[in-house]
């Protein structure tokens, strides 16, 4: 069961946006999916309130009581488990969500605040695959980019000295927002609507395998 994490520990950089749209192309493929929010705001459980009924199922965490506590879990029949984290993870819930994840996505946005927090992060990451001798297979996206910016330049230049694979860039739309409002990903509705931002996606998909 392939795990798949969207993890930054900065907020508003678009993690359930991934999550909500990785989500939304598996099930397309016709694969079970479970969409699990561990964020406090729970945006991603919000959008899965929001779907419409007829569109391919994505299901969230199936949660228990015991002993007075409540505990979640990913449903039987599950084939693919997409992850959308908290910002500010860090220590043992970061260590357990990555011992977890198969594929770990970090999107970062071209601001000076996102490239900082990134760099940390992945810093983290790399101390967390010496200190467990294993890891997720790990890439960046690139987020709301606005093309010959010098934000996106500042951007281009802190990934070219990162040995990983950089995805996208997916570009600064509204139908992302319009689309989320509505319980919806870009696989949902008729693709010429969408046609620019499908293109920005294969490289990611390609990634996912």
């Known amino acids: 069961m392939p ?8 907020g508003g950089v678009g993690k359930s946006t991934l999550a909500t749209n990785i989500a939304g192309y598996l099930a397309r493929q016709g694969h079970a999916v479970m969409l699990g ?7 991603s459980r919000q959008w899965l309130a929001q ?5 391919p199922s994505i299901r969230g965490w199936e949660l228990s009581k015991s002993e007075g506590k409540t505990l ?7 084939s693919h488990v997409v992850l959308d984290t908290p910002a500010g993870l860090h220590g043992k819930r970061l260590a357990a969500a ?4 198969d594929r770990l996505l970090i999107p970062l946005q071209p601001s000076l605040f996102d490239i900082q927090a990134s760099y940390a992060f992945l810093q983290t990451l790399q101390t967390l695959r010496r200190q467990t001798g294993r890891g997720p297979m790990l890439a960046l996206v690139a987020m709301r980019t606005r093309e010959g910016t ?11 000295g990162l040995d990983l694979p950089v995805l996208g860039p997916l570009r600064d739309t509204q139908n992302y927002v319009q689309l989320a409002a509505r319980g919806l990903s870009l696989w949902d509705v008729t693709p ?3 046609e ?10 390609a990634w996912l395998g």
């Open 3 to 10: 795990v798949i994490m969207i993890a930054n520990p900065k």
């Open 37 to 43: 929010d561990l964020d406090a705001q729970q945006s």
């Open 51 to 55: 779907r419409p009924a007829g569109l």
């Open 72 to 78: 979640a879990k990913p449903p039987k029949g599950v």
């Open 98 to 101: 990555y011992g977890l994840a």
């Open 150 to 160: 010098l934000s996106a330049q500042q951007l281009q230049q802190f990934v070219q």
């Open 192 to 194: 010429g609507r969408v």
């Open 196 to 205: 620019r931002d499908l293109a920005q996606w294969q490289t990611l998909l």
